[in-house]
């Protein structure tokens, strides 16, 4: 079974720029989340999907970050425009209901 | 809300050596817990989990941890640890399931020939 699939895996972007992340889930996992992971921390979530609705995106910047799920299977993550402080990890994850989250490779931002 | 803590940043072990890292959270009601492994520039891989029943909870790559609640502690533990074993190890509480994980800041594993 294919894993959770991440794109692009590297991306360096001037700051003020935008920027657009892409993530497949694992097929039938409703459940999907995109975490924030800066050097030397643990991830953070950004936002948790169930199916197409955003259930917690409590910890997204609103005034820069978007996110969405259409049709309840892949999900873009976007920023708008990128600062010095958004270079970080993003990882996608997936999850059937009601058990453990499946992580991507993950994306590399570097905003310079 | 949930959190955790790993205390130990780095932790250098021999190569064929016993592992434990640490890890402990807090949370008001019974978690779910849970135990990664990140490679350099990888994502996360699931090496455990606790939801309920034995504390004692075997996992993949030889890996075991242990829940005890009067600690609020779900240690990690290796018999013997090999080299492919180094490693960034992150321990994570959920409140529920499908709900977000909350993780600690990671321990480093090095392993030394």
């Known amino acids: 079974e294919a894993g959770v699939v991440q794109s692009p895996r590297y991306k360096i972007i001037e700051k003020k720029q935008p920027v657009a992340f892409w993530c497949n889930p694992i097929?039938?996992?409703?459940?999907l989340y995109w975490y924030r992971q800066n050097l030397g921390q643990g991830p953070e979530l950004l936002i948790r999907?169930?199916?197409?609705?955003?259930?917690?995106d409590s910890q997204l910047p609103k005034d820069r970050f978007s996110a969405e799920r259409l049709k309840g299977v892949d999900s873009t993550l976007k920023i708008q425009p990128a600062e010095l402080g958004d270079s970080a990890v993003y990882l996608c994850?997936?999850?059937?209901?009601?058990?453990?989250?499946?992580f991507g490779q993950g994306t590399r931002l570097t905003v310079v | 809300a949930q959190s955790v803590t790993q205390p130990d940043i780095h932790i250098t072990v021999s190569e064929g050596a016993s592992l434990e890292l640490r890890c402990n959270y807090s949370?008001?009601?019974?978690?779910?817990l849970f135990w990664y492994v990140q490679s350099p520039g990888q994502g996360l891989q699931l090496l455990l989990k606790?939801?309920?029943?034995?504390?004692l909870v075997q996992g993949i790559k030889g890996f075991e941890a242990e829940f005890k609640r009067s600690q609020s502690s779900f240690n990690l533990r290796k018999p013997s640890v090999h080299w492919s074993d180094a490693a960034e190890y992150f321990c994570?509480?959920?409140?529920?399931?499908?709900?977000?994980?909350?993780f600690g800041a990671g321990t480093i594993l090095r392993v030394k020939s």
């Open positions: 994850a997936s999850s059937p209901r009601r058990t453990e989250a499946f």
């Open positions: 097929s039938g996992h409703n459940t």
């Open positions: 999907y169930e199916n197409e609705e955003a259930v917690d």
């Open positions: 949370y008001g009601a019974t978690p779910y």
């Open positions: 606790y939801f309920s029943g034995d504390t």
């Open positions: 994570a509480v959920g409140a529920t399931y499908g709900n977000k994980l909350v």
